[in-house]
């Protein structure tokens, strides 16, 4: 347990340094946005191409690994479409019930890659892009659709959510990732020295982004739909995607990734999505925010228990 809190300690103190400085030294918004700009399309695509590049996925359980990650998102999307007529005799409208569904589904991947290489270095590293290569793709289908159902107040067409997803840089990093892997596509040594120093400052820039980002207005008095959504993400995702990670016969390091990428907070890039296609956005803001704060107790118990 000692191991893997000195693992989390860093990550969170960057989220805190986040929060910081909004509040001093870079207190417009704008400046924020910028670095989230560059973070999303330009750092974090490179580290995960750089990654998968070079990961021996011989060595790695691939198909453990994303299956019960894969599953257990799917199980998850399943269960909040099947709890919609629940929720909405609980007071919980459309746009809500989308904030609950991202919270539920989506996964905070700066937090999952921190994790990953403080705890198991590149090996923990190239383990945890699997799992996004698993889970991105799903997710962001799964998040677009139910938006597009429940909360955008015009319905989006198929191509309109095709469209959104061909867009979605994390994809792509993860397709040209695996093409490079695949194909032994050789690299010259300068796309390495280059990928490597922007790759490197994505955790850390990706870190403070979050924290900047999280809204701790109403943490005091949290609504039903923001419960219900750390309740999903923190205890019972992390639960589904170990035991699928037991079924699919993990064990060490490889059930303590699946424990990692299933038991973080829920993506900051879902409340970006909220905003454009009408969904709760000031709750998902709240559940973002909670989920972050109780994640600090929870993701040591699920690590502990995985490893």
């Known amino acids: 347990m000692a191991v893997v809190i000195a693992a989390l300690l860093p990550v969170f103190i960057l989220i805190a340094l ?11 918004d704008t400046q924020w946005h910028g670095l989230e700009q560059l973070t999303y399309f330009v750092l974090f695509p490179m580290l995960l191409i750089q990654t998968l590049v070079k990961a021996d996925l011989s060595k790695v359980p691939v198909a453990g690994v994303g299956g019960a990650l894969l599953l257990s998102a799917l199980a998850m999307s399943l269960l909040c479409l099947a709890l919609r007529p629940a929720l909405s005799r609980l007071g919980i409208d459309g746009p809500a019930f989308t904030s609950i569904f991202q919270g539920a589904t989506r996964w905070q991947t700066f937090v999952a890659l921190s994790i990953a290489a403080n705890l198991f270095g590149d090996v923990g590293l190239a383990l945890a892009s699997v799992a996004m290569v698993a889970i991105i793709p799903l997710v962001n289908v799964f998040s677009v659709s139910v938006l597009a159902r429940y909360a955008s107040p015009e319905k989006q067409s198929g191509r309109a959510i095709f ?3 061909v867009r979605n840089p ?19 040594r300068l796309w390495h020295e280059v990928a490597d120093a922007l790759g490197s400052s994505s955790l850390a820039i990706g870190l403070l982004v979050t924290g900047a980002g999280l809204h701790l207005e109403g943490l005091f008095r949290p609504s039903l739909g923001a419960a219900v959504g750390v309740v999903f993400k923190l205890l019972l995702m992390p639960a589904l995607a170990m035991g699928l990670g037991l079924w699919f016969g993990l064990s060490g390091n490889s059930l303590a990734i699946v424990a990692i990428c299933s038991a973080v907070p829920t993506s900051s890039s879902a409340y970006v999505l909220a905003r454009q296609m009408g969904g709760d956005a000031p709750l998902l803001a709240q559940i973002i925010t909670l989920q972050t704060i109780f994640a600090a107790i929870t993701m040591p118990i699920a690590i502990a228990l995985a490893a």
């Open 163 to 165: 469209m959104t997803l």
């Open 170 to 188: 994390l994809i792509w990093a993860c397709v040209i990732g695996l093409t490079v892997n695949v194909t032994h596509l050789p690299l010259p």
């Open 18 to 28: 986040g929060i910081v400085l909004k509040r001093s030294l870079m207190r417009l």
